[in-house]
C-alpha cells in the first residue's frame, strides 16, 4: 500500500512547475474505486447510474461510463438544465432527481427528448405534471416521469421523521395513483419509480464528528434499512395489484451500496461520491473509497514555529455546517486546520508536527468535504497518473456551463 510520504512526493513531482491554487484527480484511484464499485454491482441483477452532481466533468464523467463497462447504464443530474448540456455531449439515458416547477425547464426536457435524448425527470405533485404536459405537447413529444418517493423513517404518523425532506409521498397507495395520473397521460410516460435512502447513505458509521456515537449510527442505520426495504416492497406489491408495469425503481448512493444492492425491489442504483472518494466517506463499514480528488494550495507564511499558512483554501461543503463541511488538509500527513481559523477565503493557517517540513512555495494538498463541488472552484482537473499530469479534464465551470 501506498504511503502518505510517498503520495505527497508523486503529486509534487507532477505539479511541478504548475501555478497553485489547483485542482487534481488521481486515474489510478478513480479506476480503482471504479473497478471496486462496478465489482459489486456485477451479479446483482441491478444496473448502475452515475449521479453527476459528485463530478461535474464531462471528461471524467465519459471515462467512468467507459470503465464500468455494461452494468454502468446512465446518468442521473441534479438539474434540467444540466441535463439538457449532458444530452448535448452525447450522453444519453439520464435522470433529472429533483422536480421542478419551472415551465423553461420543463422546455429544456422536451427539447432533448425531441432531439431523440431520453432524458427523464422525478416528480411528486400534479403541478410538476402539468408543466410538464405543456412543454411536451408543444414539441410534440412524450418526457418520460419518475414518481420520487419519501423514503425517511417516519413514527408516530409521521410526527417524528428522521431524514432528509423530499417528496410528500411516502404511502405505497399515494405513490400507485400519481403513477397511474402519468401513464394516462398522452404526453407523458410513467418511466419507474426513484426511492433514495438520503438519510442512510448520509450516515457515515464511524465518523468521531457528530453528537452520536457509532453504536447508536449502526442502529439506527439497521431500523433505517428495514424501514425502507419493506415500504419499497409495499409500493412494488401496490404496483402488481393494479398491474402497473414498473421498468425502473432506483435507490442507493455510495453510503448505502451494500443495503441497495441486496434490495430486491430496486432495479438500480445510483453512485457519485464513491468515484472521486471526498474525505465525509472515510467513516462507512461497508464501502471506503480510495481519495482520488484533491486541491492544492501554496505556503507563503511562516507565521510561528509549528505553523505555516496558505493562500486561500475556504472551500466549504454544502449542507448543515459543521466542522464535517471543512475541506480537510491530506499531504503531508499531520497538518491540522486550528479551531478559531478553520479555512479561509484568502488564507489557511496550519499546525504543522515536528518531522513536517515545509517552506514557502511548498504545496500542501487538501481532500474536499464532498466530491462534486471541488469542480464548481476549479476550471479544471489536473488528471494525474503515476508522477506525471496525464491530461486536463475540464469542469462544468471550465466548459463555461453552471447549475444551480
Sequence with gaps: METRQHRYDRYRKALAGEALPVALVDMGAVDANVDAVASLVRGSGKTLRIGTKSVRSVDLLRHMLNRGGPSFRGLMAYAPAEARFLATQGFNDILVAYPTAQASDARLLAEANHEGKRVSIAVEEPIHLDLLEAAAATYGVRIPVVVDIDVSLRRLGGRVHLGVRRSPLHEARGVADLAERVASSPHLEFAGLLGYEAHIAGTPDQTPLGPLPPRAKRAFKRIACAAVTTLRHEITTEFERRRLPLPLFNGGGTGSVASSLRDPSLTEITVGSAFLGSH????????????????????????????????????????????????????????????????????????????????????????????????????????????HVESRALTYRGAGACFH
Design 280 to 387: 465525509l466517506f472515510d467513516h462507512y463499514d461497508d464501502f471506503r473509497p480510495a481519495p482520488a480528488a484533491f486541491f492544492a494550495l501554496q505556503v507563503t507564511r511562516r507565521p510561528a514555529p509549528g505553523f505555516v499558512t496558505c493562500q486561500g483554501g475556504g472551500l466549504i461543503a454544502s449542507g448543515a455546517a459543521g466542522p464535517d463541511r471543512l475541506p480537510m488538509p491530506y499531504l503531508p500527513e499531520g497538518l491540522r486546520l486550528l479551531d478559531l481559523e478553520g479555512a479561509g477565503e484568502v488564507q489557511t493557517p496550519l499546525a504543522v508536527p515536528p518531522h513536517v517540513k515545509l517552506a514557502p512555495g511548498d504545496p500542501v494538498f487538501f481532500r474536499h468535504a464532498k466530491a462534486g463541488e471541488l469542480a464548481t472552484f476549479f476550471r479544471d482537473y489536473l488528471l494525474v497518473r503515476g508522477d
